[in-house]
């Protein structure tokens, strides 16, 4: 488990507050990713960077905003949420590249419900 | 667009006994990987085995293997030996062979494992 780590594990916020999930791995992997996990419905791909370079946004709302520092962390940066983005919040690392597994590593995730 | 379909929403097998998973994708594309992850309650995604398009050989990992059929567009996961610890969801995903594709994911089979 202590390959990718997500803090919190849990979060309970208000559709005002401001809040930041974290994810660190210690893989040496250069590509990190945010899914999400809502009850009764697959994961869903929300963010994709590469060498801390954004290369998919999946449509998501501008209410969550990732930022990616260097290629061992990347946050979603929480605002003005909605009781629907309730969900489990998956980060996920692998090492892309030509000859590389690109196989994608995830963390424990941060369960997030918004009041 | 990929999409990935587990038709059994829950499943239950005895301990010791075999079970297999089913998993059908479509796609356009020739070559990508297929993925198994299984998600036990504490909710970390495991990667359980993985399978190259390219390669005809089905992949095996200790007691889990796979039926990889893909003019069929066919990837079952059999867990032969079942164990309490096996209990979990177990999800099918696709990955196209870009670098730092998403995962695609299926909706998930509930694995319940009886004495």
């Known amino acids: 488990e202590t390959g990718v780590t997500q803090t919190p594990r849990h979060l309970v916020m208000g559709m005002t507050n401001k809040k930041s999930l974290k994810c660190e791995q210690h893989?040496?992997?250069?590509?990190m990713y945010w899914y999400k996990q809502s009850a009764k419905k697959p994961l869903e791909l929300m963010f994709v960077y590469n060498f801390k370079e954004q290369t998919e946004n999946n449509s998501v709302p501008s209410r969550f905003s990732p930022e990616c520092p260097n290629s061992s962390h990347l946050f979603l940066h929480l605002h003005t949420l909605q009781p629907e983005d309730s969900a489990l919040y998956l980060c996920a690392s692998s090492q892309a590249g030509r000859g590389a597994t690109d196989t994608q590593y995830f963390g424990p995730g941060t369960r997030l419900t918004v009041l | 667009a990929q999409t990935v379909t587990q038709s059994q929403p829950e499943m239950s097998v005895q301990e010791a006994e075999t079970v297999t998973l089913s998993c059908t994708y479509d796609t356009s594309e020739s070559d990508y990987y297929l993925f198994w992850y299984k998600q036990p309650p504490s909710r970390q995604m495991i990667l359980v085995i993985r399978q190259e398009a390219y390669k005809q050989q089905n992949a095996t990992e200790n007691r889990f293997s796979v039926n990889f059929q893909k003019a069929a567009k066919s990837f079952s996961l059999k867990i032969s030996d079942s164990q309490l610890g096996d209990a979990a969801m177990y999800f099918c995903a696709y990955r196209s062979a870009g670098t730092a594709s998403k995962l695609t994911f299926g909706t998930g089979t509930r694995l319940q494992v009886t004495l």
């Open positions: 893989l040496g992997h250069n590509a």
